[in-house]
């Protein structure tokens, strides 16, 4: 980023993914959904045009960017009615913990394929009885002879179906009790012990959520990611990354309500003029511009923050980013729906079935409460609050 605007590149490449985005389009997204099918010819496409692994270091074969261009990515497949969630997971979160903490073998056997598509992973932290609290999580890896035995399961678990691997957060057996001090391990959704249920959702979404179970499932030494002992700091290089992209997939759902609203406004006709000659649409309208070009330009800050090696303020930012997103397009798709009246609600005009999805902005991958939380602590000092 350059004096508030873009690079070439950068807008080259959303030029260039928003056609990818428009090609497909929000019929494509909705038929799929509807009729269980996945999206499949979409990402494999995004991985084969190297939008997928624009992020990746080019040596495994990504384009060497940063999570900006990947946030740039999700946005714009998000604008033209082809949002991918599994890219939050996927080459955000698993990519970029394999390629910052991989070893040299790792790295040369997952990301070449994260990088075109070829494999996608997804990650589990989220548990039943933890929920929030990620310090309370009680998936557990035991120490055998040759590897790790792990007992747990998880919940809200996007793509399982999809991914050959879970990135699984779990204690060590020796780590059972206070804070939590995690271990990453790559676990193939084939592995023995290893079951999984869909969770019946109310999104509207070819991708899907689910309950997972390890029961005894054994791993080779090899699935553990980086080291046993950096868990947290390894977490949060995946979780910044999760943010950002979090927020680049809200603005992006935010974009999309708005220009439907718009369009419609300056069409619908009901007295001598069209309905956004009225400032009781048009400013709600207005507002949601201004919202939504807050939240972006706060998720550019936190990709800058995060390329520039400032954690501890990309934290922050990408927080805020998140934060701001999910308030943007909450009230984008709601504006957008008052603004169509009745046809609002109609499956034809295609925005009551955002709704689902806006509010997921405000709960995950992490709420609008724990941003809160963290924000009142950490930015303004007060006392922590639970
Ligand atoms: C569609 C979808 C996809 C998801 N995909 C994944 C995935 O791929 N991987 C994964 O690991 N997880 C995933 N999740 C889980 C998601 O990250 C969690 O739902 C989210 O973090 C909130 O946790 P929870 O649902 O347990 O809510 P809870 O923790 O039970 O919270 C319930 C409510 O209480 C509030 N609350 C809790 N604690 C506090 C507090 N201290 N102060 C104030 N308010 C508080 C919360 O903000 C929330 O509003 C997904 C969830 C959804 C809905």
Redesign the pocket.
């Known amino acids: 980023m350059n004096n508030f605007t873009e690079t070439e590149e950068r807008l080259a490449l959303r030029k260039a993914v928003s056609d990818l985005g428009k090609k497909y389009g929000r019929d494509y997204f909705e038929q799929a959904a509807k009729h269980g099918r996945k999206t499949t010819e979409l990402w494999q496409e995004a991985g084969k045009l190297g939008y997928l692994g624009v992020a990746v270091p080019e040596e495994f074969g990504g384009g060497g960017g940063d999570i900006g261009d990947l946030a740039a990515v999700c946005e714009e497949l998000a604008a033209a009615g082809s949002p991918l969630?599994l890219m939050v997971?996927s080459p955000a979160i698993v990519g970029t913990i394999i390629a910052q903490y991989g070893t040299q073998e790792q790295k040369e056997r997952w990301l070449p394929g994260l990088a075109d598509g070829s494999s996608t992973f997804?990650?589990?932290?989220?548990e039943p009885d933890?929920?929030?609290?990620s310090h309370k999580i009680i998936t557990t890896a035991y120490r055998t002879d040759d590897g790790w035995r792990l007992q747990g399961g998880?919940?809200?678990?996007?793509?399982v179906d999809e991914a050959s691997h879970v990135l699984v957060v779990a204690r060590t057996e020796d780590a059972k009790t206070g804070n939590l001090k995690p271990a990453l391990f790559l676990v193939p959704t084939n592995a023995e012990g290893f079951t999984y249920t869909e969770i019946d959702?109310g999104?509207v979404s070819p991708e899907k959520?689910f309950t997972l179970f390890f029961d005894d499932v054994l791993l080779p030494a090899d699935t553990l990611i980086g080291s046993e002992d950096a868990g947290i700091e390894q977490l949060f290089a995946g979780l910044n990354p999760e943010r950002i992209m979090g927020a680049s997939f809200a603005t992006g759902t935010a974009r999309l309500a708005l220009a439907k609203a718009t369009e419609y406004a300056k069409e619908r006709q009901v007295w001598k003029a069209p309905i956004g000659s009225h400032q009781a649409i048009a400013h709600p309208l207005a507002e949601s511009f201004i919202e939504i070009e807050m939240a972006r330009l706060m998720t550019q800050k936190a990709a800058a923050l995060y390329v520039s090696g400032d954690f501890m303020a990309a934290g922050e930012a990408a927080n805020m980013a998140k934060y701001a997103a999910g308030e943007a397009v909450c009230n984008a798709v709601d504006r957008a729906i008052q603004t169509h009246g009745g046809n609002g609600l109609a499956n034809e005009y295609g925005l009551v079935q955002m709704l689902a999805g806006s509010r997921?902005s405000r709960?995950?991958?992490?709420?609008?409460?724990?941003v809160l939380?963290f924000i009142a602590q950490f930015s303004l000092g007060l006392p922590k609050?639970?």
């Open positions: 969630l997971v997804a990650f589990g932290i989220t933890a929920g929030s609290n998880k919940t809200y678990i996007s793509g959702m999104l959520q997921l709960i995950a991958p992490v709420s609008r409460e724990m939380n609050s639970y």
